[in-house]
C-alpha cells in the first residue's frame, strides 16, 4: 500500500455530492484501503503474514504482510452522531480501551451451550431466499471491515440488501433470522422502531427518508457451526451485529433509538426504548444523596453525550462514577436491570452467558449520569466494566421533531433516546475470538 492517498477529510465528503451504489461502493473501496494502510496493532496482536491475510477484506485482496504495525490507535472519530461528517476508519480495529490498552484473557474460546443451530438455519434459509445478484451485495468474509462500516444516520449509504429490495416471502426469512436470534422482547424492539421510523416519516412527508424498510441487511462468512460468521442488520435508530462461533455468541455494537420513543399509530400508542430508560431512572435513584454525588457528573444534559456511538470502535475512555464496590445487593440488582435491559434483547441462553460475565466483573463496573433525576427528565448514563459498555442518550430533538410538536435542537428529551452496547477490550464483532480461532484453529495454521 504504497500509493499516496488523499486526504481522509477530501475524499470521505465527496460521495455526498455523488449519487447511486458506484459512489457508495467507491467510497467504502476507498476506507477499506486507508484501513489497511494505516498500520496493525491489532494485526501485531494477532501475528504474521497470516494475520494479515485473515483480516483482508474479500473486495480488497490480501493485505501487505510487509506493513509496519503502528501504535495503539486513539480513540475513532465523533462519538454518537456517525453521521456523514464522521463516516471514516481511518485506523485497524482495536476496541474500547480505558487507556489504549486492552485487558487480556478476558474472551476465551469455550462451549457455552448456547443453541446456535436454529440461527445457523435461519440464516442459510435467507441467504438461500436471495437472487444471486442479491447474495452478491449482502454477503461478506467473516474478516470484512463491513462489520464496522455501520451507522444509525438515515442518510447514511449502506451495503448489503435493503428491505425494499425484497419480495415478502425473502423479507419472511429475513424476519426468521431475526426471530431465531433475538428474544421476544429483542424482536418486537426492532419492529416498533421501524414502525415508528415510518409514522414519523409520514407526520412529516418525507417517507423517502424515513420509512420501515430502509433497513439493510449484511452477512458476514457463511452460517456454520464450527466456523466464525455473522450478520448485521443496520438502518436509522437500529443497528444489531451478531457474531457466532460455535455456540457463541457476541451481540454487539448494538444500537437501538427512536425519535419519537412514542407514538399513536392506528390508533394504538407504540413505545419504545423504554426499558432502559426506566432502568436508568430506577439505579440512579436507589442511591443515597452521597452516592449520587459521586455517580453524577452533571446535573444539566448536553443535547448529545453518546461516546461510542458509530465508527468510535476505539474510544478510550476512563472509568468514570461510582463504582460497583460502593454499592448494596439491591443497587446492584438495579444496576444490572440497565444492563439486562439490553442483553435481554438477545435469546434467553445467549443473554445469561452474558449477564454472567457482566456479573463476574460487578465490583469492577463503574456507572455515570448526567441530567436529572426526575420521572420524565431527560438524562444520559453509562455502564462501563472490563466486559460490557451500555449508554443510554436522551438526546434534543432531531429531524424528526415534527412529528411529535417539537423544535429540532431545543433541548435534550426522552421523546428522542439514542442507546448502544458494546463489548470493550477488543470483543465487539466477535473481534477477540475470531483472532483465537485463527490462532488456535489447525485448520488455519
Not at 184 to 197: A, D, Q, W, Y
Request: aromatic letters at 8%; proline letters at 4%.
Amino acid at each position: 500500500m504504497t500509493e499516496p492517498v488523499e486526504s481522509v477529510e477530501s475524499v470521505v465528503t465527496k460521495p455526498e455530492q455523488e449519487t447511486g451504489r458506484r459512489a457508495h461502493a467507491s467510497r467504502r473501496n476507498f476506507m477499506r484501503k486507508v484501513f489497511f494502510a494505516s498500520g496493525a496493532t491489532a494485526v501485531a496482536t494477532m501475528g504474521g503474514a497470516g494475520a494479515w491475510a485473515a483480516l483482508a477484506d474479500d473486495t480488497t485482496g490480501t493485505a501487505d504482510a510487509s506493513a509496519s504495525p503502528s501504535g495503539a490507535p486513539s480513540g475513532g472519530p465523533g462519538g454518537g452522531a456517525g453521521g456523514p461528517g464522521n463516516q471514516s476508519i481511518t485506523e485497524e480495529f482495536f476496541g474500547l480501551t480505558t487507556d489504549g490498552k486492552r485487558i487480556d484473557d478476558l474472551f476465551t474460546i469455550h462451549s457455552t451451550a448456547v443453541a446456535t443451530a436454529p440461527v445457523i438455519t435461519a440464516a442459510n434459509a435467507f441467504l438461500d431466499g436471495l437472487t444471486d445478484d442479491q447474495k452478491t451485495s449482502t454477503q461478506f468474509t467473516v474478516h470484512s471491515t463491513e462489520w464496522r462500516l455501520w451507522s444509525n444516520v438515515d442518510s447514511y449509504e449502506r451495503q448489503g440488501v435493503s428491505l425494499a429490495d425484497l419480495t415478502d416471502d425473502q423479507k419472511a426469512l429475513g424476519t426468521a433470522l431475526l426471530k431465531a436470534a433475538l428474544s421476544v422482547e429483542g424482536l418486537e424492539t426492532t419492529e416498533k422502531i421501524r414502525k415508528i421510523n415510518q409514522a414519523a416519516g409520514e407526520a412529516i412527508n418525507n417517507t423517502n427518508s424515513f420509512n420501515e424498510d430502509a433497513y439493510y441487511w449484511t452477512v458476514m462468512g457463511t452460517p456454520s457451526d464450527t466456523e466464525p460468521w455473522g450478520f448485521q442488520f443496520d438502518g436509522h435508530h437500529l443497528v444489531i451485529n451478531y457474531f457466532v462461533l460455535g455456540n457463541q455468541v457476541v451481540m454487539s455494537p448494538c444500537f437501538w433509538g427512536s425519535e419519537p420513543t412514542s407514538m399513536e399509530i392506528d390508533g394504538e400508542t407504540v413505545t419504545v426504548c423504554h426499558e432502559e430508560v426506566v432502568a436508568g431512572l430506577a439505579f440512579i435513584n436507589s442511591l443515597t444523596e452521597a452516592q449520587q454525588k459521586v455517580a453524577i457528573a452533571s446535573a444539566t444534559k448536553s443535547n448529545e453525550s453518546m461516546k461510542a456511538g458509530a465508527f468510535s470502535d476505539n474510544t478510550v475512555q476512563a472509568y468514570e462514577g461510582i463504582r460497583g464496590n460502593a454499592l448494596t445487593g439491591a443497587q446492584k440488582k438495579k444496576l444490572l436491570g440497565i444492563v439486562e435491559a439490553f442483553v435481554g434483547r438477545a435469546k434467553a441462553d445467549a443473554a445469561k452467558v452474558k449477564l454472567a460475565e457482566v456479573r463476574a466483573h460487578l465490583d469492577d463496573t463503574y456507572v455515570t449520569w448526567a441530567g436529572g433525576t426526575g420521572d420524565d427528565d431527560a438524562f444520559y448514563v453509562r455502564v462501563h466494566s472490563p466486559v460490557v459498555w451500555v449508554e443510554v442518550d436522551c438526546q434534543a430533538p432531531g429531524p424528526l421533531a415534527g412529528a411529535y410538536g417539537a423544535t429540532q435542537g431545543s433541548g435534550a428529551t426522552q421523546k428522542h433516546v439514542h442507546s448502544i452496547i458494546r463489548t470493550p477490550n477488543g470483543n465487539d464483532y466477535g473481534k477477540e475470538l475470531l483472532r483465537q480461532h485463527y490462532l488456535t484453529s489447525p485448520h488455519h495454521q
